[in-house]
């Protein structure tokens, strides 16, 4: 099965709705000027790129119910992240100690607000002026306890990237059972479920944020979406020899052949959609008659799905070659 001529799906089972926001057009378009205008796409082909991996409508299918501001500062969130993503990739092979350094100060820019110099030495000045603009346009939206959440969660994000990029330099295979740890971290998942809150101007109760049900929703949510990502991504992978994908350490670990471990990467994704609709499904009988409860869980549902509509449009994973037994998402 293909999906709009680009990307075959993989077989997975997604049994919740496709949403998509009616301002996606306009924030895409918003999207492009933006990292622009903060200098992100100077590279060559990189506004060929952007368009083709319409971050904008990620941000509209996790959030289809959000106002077209709040559209926007979520998009810029999610091309920062994307654009210090590859930076960091890149820089963490070549020479480890200018990105390790970089971390930290992003890290204090959340906590303090401002850009040091050693940021902008390591980043580059659009980047780190693109990260400060953002976080200057949440903070005034958030409490302490969200922003104290928050960072704790980019610090987890930042650390999972540091553990691939020292892999990467090493030529170090993970384990399996470390691979899945700490690819719930390197996804960044956390903070763009935190980022749900402000989106549409809430916040989680304390009582929901301790449910053991809500941490267990939150974690499969993540866990599902970082493995569809490796579904999707392997292939690419595959051609530059990196280690970092979860069909590739169940082929190690379990001496597989690739389609086997294709095949159990999908029956695991599958499992965590199931612990995700339980979980989800007791928080109902015990939150539903709180709205925020209601925000919070419904767009982790609209985030599983609209993470697996968004890979197999965007040309951010193309081209790539999908195992060939498959059906279509439910």
């Known amino acids: 099965m293909t999906y709009r001529g680009e990307l075959a799906s993989p077989s997975v089972l997604c049994p919740f709705t496709p949403a998509i926001s009616p301002h996606a057009d306009a924030v895409q378009r918003w999207s492009l000027h933006w990292a622009t205008r903060h200098g992100l796409l100077e590279r060559p082909g990189a506004r060929a790129a952007f368009a083709r991996a319409k971050f904008a409508n990620l941000m509209c299918r996790a959030h289809p ?6 559209l926007r500062l979520a998009t810029a969130w999610l091309i920062s992240i994307f654009v210090l993503d590859d930076l960091l990739e890149r820089a963490l092979v070549r020479d480890p100690e200018p990105p390790r350094a970089a971390v930290t100060e992003v890290v204090r820019l959340l906590r303090d607000q401002q850009p040091a110099p050693i940021l902008r030495a390591a980043l ?25 959440r928050f960072v704790g969660h980019v610090a987890d994000y930042l650390a999972g990237t540091l553990w691939e990029g020292g ?34 101007g809430i916040e989680l109760p304390a009582g929901l944020l301790e449910d053991p049900d809500f941490a267990t929703a939150r974690r499969a949510a993540g866990t599902v979406i970082g493995i569809f990502n490796d579904l999707i991504s392997w292939p690419k992978e595959a051609a530059v020899g990196d280690h970092h994908n979860i069909v590739f350490s169940f082929q190690r670990e379990h001496r597989l052949s690739l389609d086997e471990a294709v095949l159990a990467a999908v029956a695991e994704h599958d499992e965590r959609v199931l612990e995700f609709q339980v979980a989800r499904d007791r928080l109902e009988a015990r939150w539903w008659d709180d709205p925020t409860c209601v925000v919070g869980i419904g767009d982790l549902v609209h985030w599983i799905r609209g993470n697996v509509d968004w890979s197999l449009e965007s040309g951010r994973y193309t081209p790539a070659e999908i195992p060939t037994q498959r059906r279509p998402v439910d």
């Open 65 to 70: 119910d959000a106002d077209e501001p709040e």
């Open 124 to 148: 580059g000045r659009p980047l780190a002026a693109a990260l400060g603009e953002v976080w200057r346009r949440t903070e005034p939206r958030v409490s302490a306890a969200w922003r104290e």
């Open 167 to 200: 892999n990467r330099t090493a030529d170090r295979p993970p384990r399996l059972d470390e691979y899945r740890k700490m690819r719930h971290h390197s996804a960044a998942t956390d903070m763009f479920f935190d980022l749900i809150e402000p989106m549409y």
